[in-house]
């Protein structure tokens, strides 16, 4: 105990040193402590530096249990000082020992339990061994401390939430595929265009009309991405500076405005519904980012602009387009295109026309785009300057099917289907951009010539036949068989069917021309064997049988039961005589008159085109598109085309995608027949039933024609350049059924060369103004020109009736003795002589029985005529011929001194068809 050092008190700056060991017995302690402790602690710093680098690591841990904490809170200091130094007393050997190990396994302990507790002070008259044993476990925050996150915390929240970002990234990445389109957005109307390109209709529910990016102009573009996004061409599919800046613009009231870039909104547009969720958002995110690695830019720039809306119920830039300017997307130039751009971000909002409070926004933001233009380098300052704003049109054109458009459409798709160009199944699609060959020039003449000569002139609330008229008309380019205009109806929506292509109205007498057109192109002859020619004569007699048909007995009646006698296939198609053209029918026959109307153009189902005798009347029920193809052949020199009513077929802006029929032309008559029956035509036009249309001012073509009890009057005529059928029909507007136009217009009826003849003469004049008018060039039949005498023109004897024979009665009413009423008994044309009974004569004329002169008396021996023929016998001749001098007999036949070729005999009261002389 003398040897250890005096005990020290401890300074401020020094640590006191902790047991080694915990003492056993409190009691013995006494105030020597301190010595003790100074001792350790002066000693201590030397047995560190030396004894650190020897100091196994097994030390520290042998040690470490030693070290705990002595001072309890019942101990004095006193008690705390003394405790070493009794310790010391009691184990002598130990303590001497502890005393040089102690200090590197107290180093060795500091090191590893707290480092940082340096420098060790007394606080409060407590030991600092307690308050390190507090620190060595970190107090809890109190207070706002509590609420702040430690910079642990947050950086593990970071990592962890990077790596569940790229998780969910990588999912949401995985999962979500790029879908089909949405049904609306592929959805587009079918864009129906007049000739010259502008626009006649669309249909559809959708007004889209999708084109490439080449038919929009590049001005167009530029505006458009100016105004929505001008980094296109050089970003992302995504671009988070501009969302956070449309956040932060619209919470600023700068305006709402969208993040989106312009493949986000195609996106949208294209792939996925309007709605606002946040699950239409995450798709929106995933689909723009893989559709920016499959698609160009140039593809989803023409994408976008094919689906956005501008308003006017138009989708996409066409649309727009033809909505607020009516021209093409190719055509928009730098103003146009900047308005529709500004659209864009709020249609409704910034139409000026329907919403002229909000022009000056409307305006503002068109400025907005342009400088945008400028900004980019697409558009110079000078030019920026130059433009004025653009004023979009008053009136939206209307892409319903209201008045003619829908007549127009129908009659558009029915040749479509028809000709087997598409399906109604293709057509429904849309897509299509269809060219007619509609001109509108034209279209408004022909509307504008029904309203005039027709419609103006109804009075229906005081006529209830005015209510029944409806009207129906085609014309047609007879070089090429284009159809320039169509009259389908009074309204599509109040009239479904279109009267210029239905078949249900007898075609009346315009079938009559092809009657003559097949006897001159099958070198007819009538039933005495003479070839049919426009003055051939036959016998015009109301109700007068036909002969050489076996079918059964056919009496015609003529209009307004009219007997005409003997006339030439001139005057009889002048006046319309059915009975003349029925008796034709039979002689050139009836299935080859059929045969040649469907050459000429009138579909070969057509209803009621049957062969029989009464195909001459037009008893058919062609269409007035049918009779004007038709028309259109004999203007056309006998050349026909299949009529053709599309010029152009364009399928999402592809040209060649609809491949359309090919326009042939075949030489179906010869021109000799096809000019031949223009010719006579045009006596109907100058001295027939049709003079009215001579208000054309040109060589006009025509025939007019009536249905059965008036239900239906036509006209249909041709210059050199155009072919136009017109017809005024009758129908009960509640029942659809037909009616007679009997007191319509206030006139008694309505024939061919009424209403139809008038029609057609203002519209061919309007239609044809400013076009040089010139004469039909023809190339008629042998003997066409010829003019040939009627049987009754010779110089009668005295007292003789040199007129007409109408049944054998002569000019003062007079019953001739000896002449026979009715049809002649077994006449039969021969060739070399007449047959009477069954005699036949050589080089002159023999009666069986007498000859009666022209004064009605019989002779009873024989006459000899001056051409040398003996009679045999002394009875009368049934038919009546000519005795020497060439006198008519009450027969009607007139011989001029003897019979060589062969005559035919007369008839009475209407029997045989033909007479003609040589």
């Given at each position: 105990m003398s040897d250890q050092p005096e005990p020290q008190q401890p300074t401020q700056g020094s640590a006191p040193k902790e047991p080694d060991v915990q003492p056993d017995v409190q009691p013995e302690r006494t105030v020597e402590q301190p010595a003790v402790e100074t001792e350790r602690t002066v000693e201590q710093p030397a047995v560190r530096a030396d004894a650190e680098p020897d100091v196994e690591p097994v030390a520290a841990s042998v040690a470490a249990p030693d070290v705990e904490p002595v001072a309890r809170p019942e101990q004095t200091v006193a008690q705390a000082a003394a405790e070493p130094v009794a310790q010391a007393a009691a184990e002598p050997d130990t303590q001497a020992e502890r005393t040089v190990v102690q200090p590197v396994v107290q180093a060795d302990v500091r090191t590893d339990v707290r480092t940082d507790a340096q420098p060790e002070v007394m606080e409060g008259g407590k030991p600092e061994t307690a308050k390190k044993a507090k620190k060595a476990k970190r107090p809890r925050r109190t207070g706002w401390r509590r609420l702040v996150p430690t910079w642990r915390f947050l950086l593990s929240a970071?990592?962890?939430?990077?790596?569940?970002?790229?998780?969910?990234?990588?999912?949401?990445?995985?999962?979500?595929?790029?879908?089909a389109a949405n049904a609306a957005a592929t959805k587009q109307s079918n864009?129906?265009?007049?000739?010259?390109?502008?626009?006649?209709?669309r249909d559809g529910e959708v007004n889209r009309e999708n084109v490439t990016l080449s038919q929009i102009s590049k001005d167009a573009q530029h505006a458009v991405l100016a105004a929505e996004d001008r980094d296109f061409y050089t970003e992302s599919a995504i671009d988070p500076k501009a969302m956070i800046r449309a956040a932060w613009n619209t919470v600023t009231g700068k305006g709402k405005q969208s993040g989106s870039t312009i493949t986000q909104q195609y996106v949208k547009n294209y792939y996925l519904a309007q709605e606002q969720t946040v699950t239409r958002k995450v798709k929106e995110f995933f689909i723009s980012i893989?559709?920016?690695?499959?698609?160009?830019?140039?593809e989803i720039l023409e994408g976008y602009l094919n689906t956005s809306y501008a308003g006017r119920n138009s989708y996409g830039l066409q649309a727009a387009a033809q909505a607020y300017y009516g021209v093409d997307a190719v055509d928009l130039t730098a103003g146009q295109g900047a308005y529709l751009a500004a659209l864009l971000n709020a249609p409704s909002e910034y139409d000026v026309i329907a919403h002229p409070e909000n022009r000056p926004a409307a305006l503002a933001r068109w400025a907005y785009v342009l400088d945008g233009m400028v900004k980019k380098g697409w558009l110079t300052q000078s030019a920026r300057n130059a433009i004025t704003f653009p004023e979009p049109k008053q009136s939206i054109v209307s892409t319903g099917m209201s008045g003619q458009r829908g007549y127009l459409v129908k009659a558009v798709n029915d040749y479509l289907f028809e000709n087997k160009i598409l399906t109604e199944d293709q057509l429904q699609l849309g897509g299509y951009r269809i060219t007619t060959t509609l001109q509108k020039s034209k279209q408004d003449a022909f509307v504008k010539a029904v309203n005039d000569k027709v419609m103006k002139k109804l009075d229906k609330k005081n006529n209830k036949v005015d209510n029944y008229v409806r009207a129906g008309g085609v014309a047609i380019d007879p070089a090429t068989g284009k159809v320039l205009a169509m009259y389908g109806g009074i309204d599509y929506t109040k009239q479904y069917v279109n009267n210029a292509t239905r078949r249900d109205y007898q075609d009346g007498s315009t079938f009559k021309p092809f009657v003559f057109t097949s006897a001159v192109q099958n070198g007819s002859q009538t039933q005495d064997g003479q070839t049919i020619t426009p003055n051939t004569y036959y016998d015009g007699t109301n109700k007068r049988p036909v002969e050489g048909w076996n079918g059964g007995e056919y009496a015609p009646e003529n209009e307004d039961q009219y007997s005409y006698g003997n006339i030439t296939v001139r005057t009889a198609t002048n006046k319309s005589v059915n009975s003349v053209y029925a008796q034709m029918a039979v002689d050139v026959g009836p299935a080859k008159v059929k045969q040649t109307a469907i050459d000429l153009g009138l579909p070969s189902d057509t209803p009621d085109l049957n062969p029989y005798p009464s195909i001459a009347l037009g008893t058919s029920t062609a269409s007035v598109l049918d009779m004007a193809e038709a028309y259109a052949t004999l203007a056309n020199h006998g050349k026909h085309g299949t009529y053709t009513i599309i010029d152009k077929i364009t399928k999402?802006?592809?040209?060649g995608a609809v491949t359309l029929r090919k326009q042939e032309t075949k030489q179906v008559v010869t021109r000799e027949a096809a000019d031949t029956t223009t010719a006579v035509l045009q006596s109907v036009v100058e001295d027939g039933t049709a003079t009215a249309a001579q208000e054309a001012d040109r060589p006009v073509a025509g025939k007019t024609g009536t249905a059965e009890e008036d239900t239906a009057a036509w006209f249909a005529g041709y210059t050199p350049d155009l072919a136009t059928v017109v017809s005024v029909m009758g129908q009960d507007p509640v029942t659809g059924k037909h009616k007679s136009l009997y007191g319509a217009m206030?006139?008694?009826?309505i024939n061919g060369g009424g209403a139809p003849a008038e029609i057609w003469a203002q519209f061919t004049k309007d239609a044809l103004k400013g076009k040089k008018a010139k004469d039909f060039d023809l190339q008629l039949q042998p003997g066409a020109d010829e003019v040939q005498l009627p049987p009754a023109d010779t110089q009668p004897d005295p007292g003789t009736d040199a007129g007409q024979d109408n049944g054998g009665t002569t000019d003062g009413g007079q019953e001739t003795p000896g002449a026979t009423t009715g049809t002649t008994t077994g006449a039969?044309?021969?060739?070399?002589?007449?047959?009477?009974?069954?005699?036949?004569?050589?080089?002159?004329?023999?009666?069986?029985?007498?000859?009666?002169?022209?004064?009605?008396?019989?002779?009873?021996?024989?006459t000899t005529d001056t051409g040398g023929t003996t009679t045999d016998g002394g009875t009368t001749d049934t038919g009546g011929t000519t005795d020497s001098g060439g006198t008519t007999d009450t027969g009607g036949t007139t011989d001029t001194g003897g019979t060589t070729g062969g005559t035919t005999p007369g008839t009475t009261g209407g029997g045989l068809s033909s007479l003609r002389r040589d």
């Open positions: 970071f990592v962890l939430g990077t790596m569940m970002l790229i998780a969910l990234f990588a999912l949401g990445y995985y999962m979500v595929n790029i879908p864009v129906y265009l007049y000739a010259d390109g502008s626009q006649l209709a893989k559709l920016d690695r499959v698609k160009t830019k140039d999402d802006g592809e040209e206030g006139l008694d009826r039969t044309p021969t060739t070399g002589g007449t047959t009477t009974d069954g005699t036949t004569t050589t080089g002159g004329t023999t009666t069986t029985g007498g000859t009666t002169d022209t004064g009605g008396t019989t002779t009873t021996g024989g």
